[in-house]
């Protein structure tokens, strides 16, 4: 059993770049999450998705955008990247809202 | 403000020696409370989850407690092991579907 899985494992992107950060999970879970992880910070919130062809901004969303056309899958993009977009991006899937949540390896992105 | 806060920040134990990790919150309506465990490089992984009426709750060596009326909320590790060394991430949940309040974590490490 897979669980969450991310790719790619990490990348690194020019200014101006764009890329779409992959996120598919195998437990049928409706709720997915995209995070974001910088140093000594916790973890934020970027989009969420309740299910299929259903997204939600969460606490930074700016400069990301998501799409939600099956269960399985919850891609990220980012249009245009730039430097304060340098992080660790987390996926997550969950079987309801108050339920535990299972988290991918996470993908890590520098943007120079 | 919802606020989750934890600490110590870091901490250095003993293998085999006990620590108890602490986590205070702001967080309002309250619907629960989760431990992650974070290994260096890795997703997050569930350790515990506590609704308001659950004081305590065991997971093996890994022990929560809930004191909801002072906000407050510890993570016991007994006979500590070298496995152990990670980031503890204490989650607070308000109702809803996108309302989860990260702490910062504890950098535990287990030394032998």
């Known amino acids: 059993n897979a669980g969450v899985t ?4 990490f990348r690194i992107l020019k200014i101006g770049q ?13 709720y997915m999450y995209w995070y974001r992880q910088d140093p000594g910070m916790g973890l934020k919130l970027i ?22 056309s099956t269960t399985e ?14 992080s660790v991006y987390f996926c997550a899937s969950s ?14 992105l520098s943007i120079l | 403000k919802n606020q989750v806060e934890q600490s110590p920040q870091s901490l250095i134990i003993l293998e085999g020696k006990n ?27 569930s350790l515990t989850i506590m609704t308001f009426s659950e004081n305590t709750k065991s997971n093996g060596r890994y022990t929560a407690t809930l004191d909801a009326d002072t906000k407050q909320s510890s993570l016991h590790i007994t006979a500590s092991q070298l496995s152990d060394s990670a980031s503890y991430i ?16 504890t950098r535990l490490t287990v030394i032998p």
């Open chain 2, 19 to 45: 620590c108890t990790l602490q986590c205070n919150y702001t967080v309002s309506p309250f619907s629960n409370l989760r431990w992650y465990k974070q290994d260096t490089g890795r997703g997050p992984v």
């Open chain 1, 73 to 86: 899958d919850f891609p990220l993009r980012l249009e245009l990247a730039a430097p304060s977009q340098t």
């Open chain 1, 6 to 9: 991310q790719t790619p494992k």
């Open chain 2, 90 to 105: 204490c989650v607070v949940s308000a109702t809803g579907a996108n309302n989860l309040f990260f702490g910062t974590g």
């Open chain 1, 95 to 108: 079987a309801r809202a108050q339920q535990p949540q299972h988290f991918g390896d996470g993908t890590r």
């Open chain 1, 47 to 68: 989009y969420y998705s309740v299910g299929a062809g259903i997204t939600d901004k969460g606490e930074v969303p700016n400069g990301y955008n998501v799409s939600r």
């Open chain 1, 18 to 30: 764009s890329m779409t950060l992959q996120c598919t999970q195998d437990m049928n879970h409706n």
